[in-house]
Nanobody, 125 residues
Framework: QVQLVESGGGSVQAGGSLKLSCVTS????????MAWFRQAPGKEREGIAA???????AYADSVKGRFTVSKDIANNTLFLQMDGLEPEDTAMYFC???????????????????WGQGTQVTVSS
């Protein structure tokens, strides 16, 4: 497994933006399938953005057009740019790593074996 450390969460007003980062501990692990998940209080964890080894991406309908996932291979870092934030986006955000190369981005949490501790995002109206 690889260690993942998220950062960049915070409090923002509706319509604002945040950029989350996730640094991986192992060189080249960033090239594997990776994803962002979130979990709001009282709700199940949901996959919202994924990126595969070929840089193809997939998004949940709830964030499509507002969030963008990307990665910096040189710095072993996964990003989530979040624009047009809504109060419904309030949640703990986690990055996840599959530990394997893959060429279909995956939003199901069963595909991932390594998880970060999460970073809180709070959006006020």
């Amino acid at each position: 497994q690889v260690q993942l450390v998220e950062s960049g969460g915070g409090s923002v007003q509706a319509g604002g933006s945040l950029k989350l980062s996730c640094v991986t501990s192992r060189v080249n692990s960033i090239r594997h399938c990776m994803a962002w998940f979130r979990q709001a209080p009282g709700k199940e964890r949901e996959g919202i953005a994924a990126i595969d080894s070929g840089d193809d991406t997939a998004y949940a309908d709830s964030v499509k057009g507002r969030f963008t996932v990307s990665k910096d291979i040189a710095n072993n870092t996964l990003f989530l740019q979040m624009d047009g934030l809504e109060p419904e986006d309030t949640a703990m955000y986690f990055c996840a790593a599959r530990g394997l190369y893959c060429y279909i981005p995956k939003l199901s949490e069963v595909e991932y074996i390594s998880w970060g501790q999460g970073t809180q995002v709070t959006v006020s109206s």
